[in-house]
């Protein structure tokens, strides 16, 4: 079993699964870099942007920008390279796959459900509260019992009950998020471009005219006194601010999951991957530094405090409507690609035998994997409807670490077993790349796992995850089953790999 559980699939078929797949390809480094884009900017710089530097880091939620955006190039490294060269569908999956072997790609594969699925989840969250703002500034009433989670969670109380019935705007959106995806690539590939431009031109605004109503006298002290506590002010606190704005980053790496849907994969996969989060990283620290320049930074704890920085100056309340559209387009783009990209993971693992093979069933005419599309619609807007947001939150976190880590050990790992293969896209410094990644990425996650309830639920979902390998997964894997192996003949190799 053991022997079983490290098989690993070579890199060449891998590379032959990539030219013959269903999926079509469509995609160019614009449409690509969009979909990073798509992917990044969204709850982070709407909303997390004021709580964090309120609570942590105060002015100094910039150096905590910076930290978490080297931290996440590290990883963004590694992943170009394993794009190029494993040009497919599957992202961390795949990648672990063809380097640590199956046991530790399903678990991968079944964190980035954690990633992919849960995050889409949280997302119509936050969408769902700025609807409601909408709504408001038009003095239109919302009811609360149709627009929260039934349920919420406290350190002190653990789960209780809110008197909320579900949240409605957030399953609508992950429905009609669901319709889009169907469709086609294509057409979710205009979507987003669409959404991204909408979204970051209302960014610009926001930077360009906030600007020149910045007080400089806000950002003194530029890192506040700590205040005796670890994470409160101070550099713990910029620090700690770094870890809870990771989630800000989240969705670089849905580029790579659209590898075999990419016109020329390695060369515009790792264009896409790193254009996209050296743009989103420049617009989140001026954004951060407009934001705390514009408003004491206490006075931006709120969940939408780019609106609570613009109507603190009766000059620019007119781009407050326009922000909120913003930040709802930010989000449906955000749900759009989480989504994308999860349903292209049960695509991969189902060509692999570890689920049924209606996750990779393809509509004759749209080219779209329908079932998982669906599934995974379902999937988010049950939990979007039903989850309180800090617990979706902090599983997604978790299970985005988690896959960061893998691949940052296994692009070494690849380097050492099999150093003879091609690679479009090769890092530099791997060693001091790959460990710094591991590194970074791994005390993040470890600060998560300092309260109980975060450990108990990734637990919870590892052992669902083992139940569903080791009664399906195991017995129907293709690498054991008729499929490529170690001992077997390698595939035929593409012309992308020669």
């Known amino acids: 079993m053991l022997k079983n559980l490290l098989a690993v699939k070579s890199v060449q078929e891998l590379a032959a699964e990539s030219e013959k797949g269903e999926l079509r390809r469509s995609l160019g480094p614009a449409a690509l870099t969009a979909i990073g884009i798509g992917g990044i900017i969204g709850t982070g710089i709407f909303v997390l942007t004021g709580l964090a530097a ?85 003095n239109i009433g919302f009811p609360a019992a149709l627009s929260s989670a039934p349920v919420d969670y406290s350190v002190e109380k653990g789960f209780f009950a809110t008197g909320a019935m579900f949240n409605l705007p957030a399953v609508l959106i992950v429905t009609i998020v669901t319709v889009i995806l169907v469709l086609g690539i294509r057409q979710s590939s205009t979507t987003n471009a669409i959404v991204v431009a909408i979204k970051v031109a209302i960014v610009v605004l926001v930077i360009g005219f906030g600007a020149f109503y910045i007080t400089a006298d806000y950002w003194h002290p530029f890192i506040p006194e700590n205040t005796g506590n670890w994470g409160q002010y101070g550099w713990s606190g910029v620090i700690r601010a770094s870890g809870i704005i990771f989630f800000a980053y989240i969705g670089f790496d849905a580029v790579s999951t659209a590898s075999q849907e990419a016109k020329n994969p390695q060369r515009d996969v790792p264009t896409g991957i790193l254009a996209s989060l050296i743009i989103c990283t420049i617009l989140y620290i001026l954004m951060s530094g407009v934001l705390t320049g514009m408003l004491e930074y206490p006075k931006l704890n709120d969940a939408a405090p780019v609106a609570a920085a613009l109507q603190a100056h009766p000059e620019l309340r007119w781009l407050t409507i326009p922000v909120v559209f ?82 940052c050990i296994g692009i070494m790992v690849l380097r050492v077993t099999k150093p003879e293969l091609p690679r479009p896209f090769r890092v530099k410094g791997v060693w001091f790349v790959g460990i710094m990644g591991t590194l970074f990425c791994g005390l993040m996650l470890a600060s998560l796992f300092m309260t109980g309830g975060t450990w108990y639920r990734i637990v919870g979902w590892t052992v669902i995850g083992a139940f569903v390998y080791f009664g399906y997964g195991y017995k129907h894997s293709t690498l054991r089953n008729g499929g490529a192996s170690r001992a077997a003949k390698p595939g035929p190799v593409s012309p992308a790999t020669k």
């Open 54 to 138: 309120a609570q942590h880091a105060g002015p100094g939620i910039v150096l905590s920008f910076i930290i978490a955006g080297i931290g996440c190039v590290f990883a963004a490294l590694c992943y170009a390279e394993f794009a190029a060269m494993i040009p497919v569908s599957g992202s961390a999956y795949a990648y672990s796959y063809a380097t640590l072997g199956e046991g530790v790609a399903w678990f991968i594969g079944w964190n980035l459900v954690l990633e992919y699925l849960f995050a889409a989840s949280t997302v119509s969250v936050g969408w769902s509260r700025y609807l409601v703002k909408l709504l408001e500034e038009f």
């Open 326 to 407: 913003g930040a709802l387009a930010g989000l449906t783009s955000v749900i759009l690609v989480m989504m994308l990209a999860q349903s292209r993971i049960f695509y991969s693992m189902s060509r692999d035998g570890l689920l049924p093979p209606r996750f990779r069933a393809c509509h004759p005419e749209w080219k779209t994997p329908v079932f998982s599309t669906v599934l995974t619609g379902i999937g988010a807007g049950l939990m979007g409807g039903l989850l309180p947001l800090n617990v979706l939150g902090e599983l997604v976190s978790s299970g985005t670490l988690l896959a960061f880590v893998t691949v």
